[in-house]
């Protein structure tokens, strides 16, 4: 009876193997595929601890799930970003039908360019704490390569490694 069961525990185990293989061979082909100077900075231990995780589950439903997050935060931020344009262009359609002088049209068109601008920074604002908010989520989810950082090309590089996760949970290899 002992021989059966470490017979299941010994296929368990290259099972095991053979998908961490499986992964690491997907992963080293799609780093293979972005820029040089990004390949530069995915290690090869980047990898098979990347790989590792994988293999051990739940990371790609993570990671899909703050892809949804983010998707309705932008696309929040954009309908947000449109009714303020909105509310701006009915601003001036009225001052123009109130026939106000072009010097008056030109100091609102001047306002409102300022208030987009800063308008446009606040969403930017509120997108890179949503940067942040997954950075430390992915790092408590124990996902090699995650980190909170600033620096754009590690985020750039983070952004490859969820690319990666999604195309291997997506069976895009």
């Given at each position: 009876m002992a021989s059966t069961k470490e017979t299941r525990l010994t296929d368990q185990g290259e099972d095991y193997q053979d998908k961490l293989y499986t992964l690491?061979?997907?992963?080293?082909?799609?780093?293979?595929?972005?820029?040089?100077?990004?390949?530069?900075?995915?290690?090869?231990?980047?990898?098979?601890?990347?790989?590792?995780?994988?293999a051990q589950g739940a990371i790609v439903e993570i990671v899909k799930m703050l892809t949804e997050v983010q998707q309705v935060t932008e696309k929040h931020l954009f309908q947000q970003r449109v009714q303020f344009i909105n509310k701006h262009k009915l601003e001036k359609q009225t001052m123009v039908n109130e026939n106000k002088s072009s010097a008056e049209l030109m100091a609102v068109d001047k306002r409102v360019r300022e208030e987009l601008r800063q308008?446009?920074?606040?969403?930017?604002?509120?997108?890179?704490?949503?940067?942040?908010?997954?950075?430390?989520?992915?790092?408590?989810?124990?996902?090699?390569?995650?980190?909170?950082?600033?620096?754009?090309?590690?985020?750039?590089?983070?952004?490859?490694?969820?690319?990666?996760?999604?195309k291997i949970g997506n069976n895009e290899v």
């Open positions: 690491l061979s997907k992963l080293q082909k799609l780093a293979r595929e972005i820029p040089p100077q990004y390949q530069q900075r995915i290690s090869y231990d980047l990898l098979s601890s990347l790989a590792a995780s994988l308008h446009d920074m606040k969403l930017v604002t509120q997108l890179d704490q949503k940067v942040s908010d997954q950075q430390v989520t992915l790092e408590r989810a124990g996902l090699p390569g995650f980190y909170v950082t600033n620096n754009p090309t590690e985020i750039q590089v983070q952004m490859y490694l969820l690319q990666f996760i999604l």
